[in-house]
């Protein structure tokens, strides 16, 4: 079990930028790779971007050259710099643990309670 706190959430204007945190507890082999999901009113959880030990990283076509995934060595502590966001980037953004580097909502088996990202226009 992996224990995962998001933080930085909030409002911003379109255009704008805004840098999300999350710090893993846990065992570290449930912590091989660390990734970001959202959801938006009505809508099915999507991936975002993943990160794992070797530094490799996924991301979803809709936020790739905006956003940035980090982490530490220890998968600690995961980041998601996002830029350039726009109204549709508005989601309640999850952080979450797997034992690979993957995309798939169903490989994750771990996840933080989320943090509300707004954009408005």
């Known amino acids: 079990q992996v224990i995962l706190r998001e933080s930085g959430g909030g409002l911003v204007q379109a255009g704008g930028s805004l840098r999300l945190a999350c710090q893993a507890d846990?065992?570290?082999?449930?912590?091989?790779?660390l990734g970001w999901f959202r959801q938006a009113p009505g809508k099915e959880r999507e991936f975002v971007a993943a990160v794992d030990r070797r530094f490799k990283t996924l991301y979803s076509d809709s936020v790739k050259s905006r956003f940035t995934i980090s982490s530490d060595l220890a998968m600690t502590t995961v980041s998601l710099e996002m830029n350039s966001l726009k109204s549709e980037d508005t989601a309640v953004y999850f952080c979450?643990?797997?034992?690979?580097?993957?995309?798939?909502?169903?490989?994750?088996?771990?996840w933080g309670q989320g943090t509300q990202v707004t954009v408005s226009s």
């Open positions: 846990g065992h570290p082999y449930n912590r091989y790779a």
């Open positions: 979450a643990s797997a034992g690979e580097l993957s995309s798939r909502r169903s490989d994750f088996n771990s």
